[in-house]
Nanobody
Framework: VQLQAFGGGLVQAGGSLRLSCAASGRTFNSYGMGWFRQAPGKERESVAAITWSGGSTNYVDSVKGRFTISRDNAKNTIYLQMNSLKTEDTAVYYC???????????????????WGQGTLVTVSS
């Protein structure tokens, strides 16, 4: 089972990036997935979560209205569209998948069993 996140990079404040996370080794079509991030010197925090169908999403307050999580189950891939980026969004972003099918779009890291390797997003002022 492997989750690979990509799409990070350097962007100016106010700009946009789209992260992708491709799953291989198994299908996650029945499983909720999420994005988390860890800034330098800080603890990992949740960003967004999505149900297996994509019908329900959840966001941490700091990204609401700016970030959008989505998924394409045919491609076994989830996305994080990040708009109006701020310097405080600088972090390594990780995708994760639940270990049990179904459920709500949870924002707790302990609810996720599979993790990708992370992709660095740097927002400059």
């Amino acid at each position: 089972v492997q989750l690979q996140a990509f799409g990070g990079g350097l962007v100016q404040a106010g700009g946009s990036l789209r992260l992708s996370c491709a799953a291989s080794g198994r299908t996650f079509n029945s499983y909720g997935m999420g994005w988390f991030r860890q800034a330098p010197g800080k603890e990992r925090e949740s960003v967004a979560a999505i149900t297996w169908s994509g019908g329900s999403t959840n966001y941490v307050d700091s990204v609401k209205g700016r970030f959008t999580i989505s998924r394409d189950n045919a491609k076994n891939t989830i996305y994080l569209q990040m708009n109006s980026l701020k310097t405080e969004d600088t972090a390594v972003y990780y995708c994760a998948a639940r270990g049990v099918p179904g459920g709500s779009p949870l924002l707790r890291a302990e609810d996720y069993a599979y993790w990708g390797q992370g992709t660095l997003v740097t927002v400059s002022s």
